[in-house]
Structure formats: C-alpha cells, structure tokens
C-alpha cells in the first residue's frame, strides 16, 4: 500500500472511529474515539495467556466499538466469534460491577474464568476480587442487570 493510500485509509479509520464513537452507548466502557480494551487484543488473552497490543492497521468493528489484532489470524478468529472474546461487563472492572459501579477495565489486570474474559481497575483491586471470584461473579452478574446502560456518572 502507497504512503499515500495508507494515510487515507487511516483517515477513513479515524472517521469511522469517531462516527461510531457517537452511537456507543455506556453498556461499553470504549475511548471517546470508540476504541475498545484501551487497543488490546481481546483474542491474545485466549491464545497467548497474555495482554497484547494490537495493531492499528488490522481492525474489526463490533457493537460501534473499535477492536484491534495484534495479527490477522486474531482479526479472523475475532470476526468469526466475537462474543467469545469480549470482556465480560462491558470492559469494565469486574470488581467495581460486583460493587455496583462501572470503572475503567485496565486490560493488565485481567483474568479468563470459565472461559470467559473479566478486567479489574488495578492490581490491588484484582488481589481482592481473586479471593472470591465465583461470588464477586455472581454480585456483578445480579447489578449488571440494573448498571448496564446507565453512564458510569450516574453510579457515582
């Protein structure tokens, strides 16, 4: 791809990112640009036991949020079955949703439970959600019902 024809396809990108951005709704904790799991990888975590960025250039929208691959092959298995991927609660920390509140996922802090993806806010946080994930699981699962599409400043 020429310089030229990259810089355009970033642009329309970046449109797209944006225009999607504005019909997000608080159920996905994403960027102001729509961008999802702060540019993680959501499939990297199943495949390679580990946080990893993705690539800018090799993208999928889902849901009006903006995920990136850190290869193709993520991208493929990604589009193929994106419900299988995503974190649980939006991305947004397992721990604060057990708690009735939406606070930022930090895609580091994270753990596979039964196959599916949870984030926590902080290493601390994560520290006190691993002594009783099965009931801070079930917590969260009874407020996600009532927190889902408020806005995080509505739970403040």
Same mark, same amino acid.
């Given at each position: ?8 396809? #970033? ?5 797209? %990112? $944006?225009?999607?951005? *504005?019909? !997000? ?7 102001? /640009?729509?961008? #999802? ?5 959501? %499939? $990297?975590?199943?495949? *390679?036991? !580990? ?7 090799? /993208? ?9 691959? $850190?290869?193709?092959?993520?991208? !493929? ?80």
């Amino acid at each position: 791809m020429t310089p030229i024809k990259t810089l355009l396809t #970033a642009a329309s990108l970046t449109l797209a %990112v $944006a225009t999607s951005a *504005l019909a !997000a709704g608080p159920e996905l904790n994403a960027s102001s /640009t729509g961008l #999802a799991l702060q540019g993680y990888d959501p %499939v $990297a975590y199943f495949t *390679l036991g !580990a946080p990893t960025k993705g690539d800018w250039t090799i /993208t999928t929208i889902y849901n009006d949020a903006t995920y990136r691959f $850190a290869n193709e092959e993520h991208k !493929a298995a990604f589009e193929a079955d994106p419900e299988a991927y995503l974190p649980e609660y939006g991305g947004y920390c397992a721990f604060g949703a057990a708690m009735g509140f939406k606070f930022d996922g930090d895609p580091n802090y994270w753990r596979i439970v039964d196959g599916e993806l949870f984030l926590n806010i902080s290493q601390d946080i994560q520290e006190r959600w691993v002594t009783d994930i099965p009931g801070f699981i079930e917590m969260a699962d009874t407020n996600w019902v009532e927190i889902e599409d408020k806005d995080p400043a509505e739970l403040q």
